[in-house]
């Protein structure tokens, strides 16, 4: 933004902001492209933040109480935790590495285990134990949706269940 142009001895012109203390040692010779260009209008620019979201999501997001962002987090981040566990114990029972029964029962102490270290990760805001809650809830659906037969994964069926079988 130009704010004044002042002309220096020599004939070369030089941008001056008098907002700023230190405006005459920072000024730079301009040459008449860069007035040209300086002049010209400009289009409005559409602000992006990071990972290329618009600012409006920005603005949106300081709207939300900070603690609802990290227990959103929290949540999202125990959520994909919780299901790396499983589908972890997944693959090591499909490839026989680990029996099913075995697998089964490190799959439930680690589940609990997670739930219960990842707590200091949520707020102390009353609303956290909702979104705390929204895991083992997300984790119970999964279960019983491909129990039910909803959805068919038998490595999980079978790294779950005491006999490999929905029933």
């Given at each position: ?28 010779s ?27 999501a920005?603005?949106?997001?300081a709207?939300?109480?900070t ?18 566990l ?5 693959a ?10 075995l ?65």
């Open positions: 933004m130009v704010a004044a142009a002042a002309a220096r001895p020599g004939g070369a012109l030089a941008l001056a902001s008098p907002s700023s203390p230190t405006s005459l040692l920072l000024s730079r301009l040459s008449a492209s860069d007035l040209a260009a300086a002049a010209a209008p400009r289009r409005p620019r559409r602000r992006w933040l990071v990972a290329g979201v618009p600012a409006v920005g603005a949106l997001a709207s939300v109480p603690s609802m962002l990290r227990d959103g987090g929290a949540t999202l981040l125990v959520t994909a935790g919780a299901y790396s499983v589908r972890a114990f997944d090591l029972t499909e490839r026989r590495l680990v029996e099913q029964n697998s089964r029962k490190i799959v439930h102490v680690l589940s609990g285990v997670l739930f219960m270290s990842s707590w200091p990760l949520f707020s102390d805001s009353t609303e956290a134990r909702f979104f705390a809650a929204v895991v083992p809830f997300l984790n119970c659906a999964r279960l019983l949706t491909y129990g039910l037969g909803f959805f068919s994964d038998e490595a999980l069926v079978k790294s779950v269940t005491r006999e490999g079988k929905r029933e």
